[in-house]
């Protein structure tokens, strides 16, 4: 079964930075994690089995972490380059 590649950009409070990283590294569902320059702080790749496991990673773990003001969800449709 494929499973979904999900991009989480996420808006932290700053002073909370280092604490939201070790725990966004702790999450099951990680598979990339960059601390970027631009709009958002922190950029993710997650996986998950479907939509509703989707929507338990980021209302009970990304969402629940401290320090995260807000995230922007946007679903791999299909993949030209890079790992499939």
Same mark, same amino acid.
């Given at each position: 079964?494929?499973? $979904?590649?999900?991009? %989480? ?6 002073? +909370?930075? @280092?604490? *939201? ?5 702790? $999450?099951?569902?990680? %598979? ?6 631009? +709009?958002? @702080?922190? *950029? ?41």
């Amino acid at each position: 079964m494929t499973r $979904l590649l999900v991009f %989480v950009e996420i808006f932290v409070e700053q002073p +909370e930075m @280092d604490n *939201v990283v070790a725990a966004l590294s702790g $999450l099951e569902n990680m %598979v990339h994690l960059y601390e970027v320059t631009g +709009e958002f @702080d922190i *950029v993710t790749l997650i996986s998950t089995e479907d939509t509703d496991e989707l929507r338990k990673v980021l209302e009970k773990g990304i969402l629940k972490i401290k320090g995260v003001r807000s995230t922007v969800t946007s679903i791999v449709l299909k993949a030209h380059k890079g790992p499939k």
